[in-house]
């Protein structure tokens, strides 16, 4: 394997429904933004591309990614569409990666994009929770909120986790998008606010929860010597880590953690995991991305992490999965103010896709994004503002996830300049 | 010779728009599809006839609570297992919105369900108790339709009081 670059990224800004663009050109926007961006790069020198989007139900249209991709004008150049439910943008990320490590390509494109519009909100949940067992937990409700309130119920009786910490997640990704043109919803929340909005599935209510949201990101990837020719701020994608679990939560097991190097054995005697209340998937992605990064202690080698918060008891559930705290934790990491931009470690300064939105396909891939501006120190020159720069970011992780856990992926990220 | 004239029949179909511009428009799509349960068909005949039938692994004896035709753990073939009608709860939410074609229903609680025997959990309904009503670790019991649908739906839980 060689090392991998990301060398440039664009997004469309994330809205409920852009029926003024379809899929096609939404990835345009962003791919043009991203060649903008590294004047040195033009469409001819693109080995190939990889696709990302979850649902042939939302866009109506089998093989979309062969419609973007003549769309870009890289026809007839390889291309492969990857698909993971909510972890597609992840996945493809690191597809695109190994296309480029692998020594296939030099210089890869990672596109991806969701139109989530085309349907209502609920027939759009039905499309999301075809991506549970049609057999045996479809027919119940068609609903994946249901299935993550059921995951953070049990972390609050494992934990004595709160409704209240759980809204405190709300609160600060929702505060970081105010800095954010990208965002969808910046807003000023406070625990109350949270707690009174329409409740959707106990715990959750409506501001726990993530928007289905039409958009696309692109993230090109390139080889050294290529990078090199690119652009002076090039960043590495130092660590590739992916997990999976089962589709039922039901099948869950309840046995002992999958430790990080700085966690001993001793902590978690009493703790019967994964249960249905962490994400073993994440924590294997978590595990394999920091050995290859050669990252021991996360919260102090990292400089930010942008995660996949399509919930903010996922959110929560999540720090703990990727070592930010102990099992248990989750809870008073978020109270104590060491994932807000200003804590220990800044988990979503982007506002994540709380704020954002959540245009599956695209979502991973605005991570990396976002990821690449962190650590490229350019957050003011393409947000307007450098009110969420993570001063002197050196190093961070994107994680993203699909429904209930799957399949994870976490990419460390680091400046390779 | 006269010219001949070709046309489409004109038809009183149209177009359901929602904007002109862009133009949005209605568009419908609809199947049916001839669905299998393949191996997991006694699974479903057992609900019908008011049974729940969970597998065991005919290696290392793991018991599965939601039915499986080969072991996670070691790859082997799993025998069908009965399983007891009472349970406790392990996690559970009611739902205020859902799918689209379960809207109708809510509010609905879902369960995931624990056995003595079982060392997986089985997903369900809770029928009669909602959010303030149960707890983690309540004792709750299968009921079964009448009528089956041949789907899951075909069991719920109660509360064992109830």
């Known amino acids: 394997m060689r090392p991998v670059f990301m060398v440039s990224g664009g997004i469309t800004k994330f809205s409920k429904a852009s029926p003024d663009k379809d899929f096609r050109y939404m990835v345009k926007e962003a791919f043009e933004y991203s060649l903008e961006d590294v004047p040195g790069l033009t469409v001819d020198q693109i080995d190939g591309s990889v696709c990302s989007y979850f649902s042939d139900h939302f866009t109506r249209q089998l093989k979309a990614g062969a419609m973007v991709q003549d769309y870009l004008g890289l026809c007839p150049k390889p291309s492969i569409r990857v698909e993971g439910g909510g972890a597609t943008g992840g996945l493809c990320l690191q597809t695109a990666w190994a296309e480029v490590a692998s020594g296939r390509m030099d210089i890869a494109v990672a596109f991806g994009f969701e139109t989530m519009s085309r349907v209502n909100t609920w027939k759009g949940n039905e499309f999301i929770a075809l991506a549970s067992d049609t057999n045996f937990d479809y027919p119940l409700g068609g609903f994946y909120t249901g299935y993550y309130a059921m995951m953070a119920k049990r972390h609050m009786h494992e934990f004595g986790t709160t409704v209240e910490q759980f809204a405190m997640v709300a609160i600060k990704n929702h505060r970081n998008a105010v800095h954010n043109p990208y965002a969808q919803s910046p807003m000023e929340l406070s625990i109350d606010d949270v707690r009174s909005s329409a409740m959707v599935a ?28 690119l652009t002076d701020r090039p960043i590495k994608i130092s660590g590739v880590g992916a997990g999976t679990d089962t589709m039922r939560l039901a099948d869950r097991p309840h046995g002992s953690v999958l430790m990080l190097p700085h966690e001993s054995e001793e902590e978690y005697k009493h703790l019967s995991w994964p249960g249905v209340h962490s994400f073993r998937g994440a924590r294997a992605a978590a595990k394999a991305a920091y050995r290859m990064g050669g990252i021991e202690h996360p919260v102090e080698e990292l400089d930010f992490i942008e995660l996949h918060d399509a919930y903010t008891s996922s959110e929560v559930q999540t720090y703990e999965d990727l070592g930010l705290c102990r099992y248990g934790e989750g809870g008073a990491f978020i109270e104590g103010g060491h994932p807000a931009l200003e804590g220990k470690i800044p988990v979503n300064p982007s506002g994540g896709l709380l704020a954002c939105g959540h245009p599956v396909g695209a979502t991973g891939l605005m991570q990396a994004v976002f990821a690449f501006w962190q650590l490229q120190e350019t957050m003011a020159k393409h947000l307007g503002n450098d009110k969420l720069q993570v001063k002197d970011a050196k190093r961070g992780a994107i994680h993203s996830h699909a429904g209930t856990g799957t399949y994870i992926t976490v990419t460390t990220m680091e400046r390779g300049f | 010779m006269a010219k001949r004239k070709f046309r489409l029949p004109e038809t009183e179909e149209g177009a359901v728009l929602f904007n002109t511009d ?34 065991r ?13 080969h072991c996670m753990d070691d790859g082997a073939k799993t025998e069908w297992e009965e399983l007891p009608l009472r349970g406790k ?28 025997t079982a060392d997986t959990l ?15 670790g309540t004792e709750i019991e299968a009921r079964f339709r009448r009528n089956s649908r041949f789907n899951i739906t075909d069991v719920y839980f109660v509360p064992v009081d109830g």
């Open chain 2, 57 to 69: 692994c005919t290696r290392c004896r793991k018991v599965y609570g939601t039915p499986r035709a």
């Open chain 2, 22 to 55: 862009p133009i949005i428009l209605k568009s419908h799509y609809e199947m049916d599809y001839i669905h299998s349960y393949a191996q997991d068909s006694p699974f479903f005949a057992g609900l019908a006839s008011g049974r729940l039938l969970g597998s």
């Open chain 2, 89 to 116: 709860v392990h996690s559970y939410t009611t739902c205020f919105y859902g799918g689209q074609e379960f809207l109708e229903e809510t509010p609905y609680t879902l369960v995931l369900v624990e056995f003595d």
């Open chain 2, 122 to 136: 089985f997903l369900s309904r809770l029928v009669g108790a909602g959010d303030s009503q149960v707890e983690i």
């Open chain 1, 202 to 229: 106990t715990p959750l209510t409506m501001l726990d929860i993530c928007t289905m949201s039409d958009g696309a990101a692109v993230a090109i990837l390139a080889s050294e010597e290529a990078a090199s020719r």
